[in-house]
């Protein structure tokens, strides 16, 4: 069994993972904005939806590697809630503790992500 997280460990990653994700929005804002392919105040209102859930158009304009980031990101709060963070989706075990200070979002252990990465490579 997968060791317990006390309760500062949680809020520590909680608020990790918070971070990354408000980043994330953040600096699709920016790109909105700046690219002037939209009123600012659209892109201000893309934001504010994007917080509590996400329209279409918002993860249209995110990259594929932000969008999956960002899902990654969702999946591991809900994880958090129900104490499931830090073990791995595939084969139940603990993902290190280094691994998840580096990418707190991750949902595999290092096993299991070389695993599907050599898979993805012979594809
Ligand atoms: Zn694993």
Same mark, same amino acid.
């Given at each position: *069994? ?8 949680? %809020? ?9 994700? %408000? ?14 392919? *939209? @009123? ?10 994007? /917080? ?6 918002? =993860?249209?304009? =995110?990259?594929? !590697?932000? #969008? @999956?980031? =960002?899902?990654?990101?969702? %999946?591991?709060?809900? #994880? ?9 989706? =595939?084969?139940?075990? /603990?993902? !290190? !503790? ?15 992500? /070389?695993?599907?990465? %050599? @898979?993805?490579?012979?594809?």
């Amino acid at each position: *069994m997968p060791r317990k997280m006390n309760k500062k460990e949680k %809020e520590d990653f909680r608020k990790q993972l918070a971070a990354k994700k %408000e980043s994330i929005i953040r600096k699709l804002s920016q790109t909105i904005t700046e690219s002037k392919e *939209m @009123e600012s105040n659209v892109a201000q209102d893309l934001v504010d939806k994007a /917080e509590t859930s996400y329209t279409k158009e918002f =993860l249209l304009s =995110l990259s594929d !590697g932000e #969008r @999956e980031q =960002l899902l990654l990101i969702d %999946e591991a709060l809900k #994880r958090l809630e129900h104490s499931e963070f830090g073990v791995c989706q =595939l084969c139940q075990k /603990e993902i !290190g !503790g280094k691994r998840l200070e580096a990418i707190p979002w991750t949902p595999y252990c290092i096993d299991c992500q /070389e695993k599907a990465e %050599e @898979e993805l490579k012979a594809q």
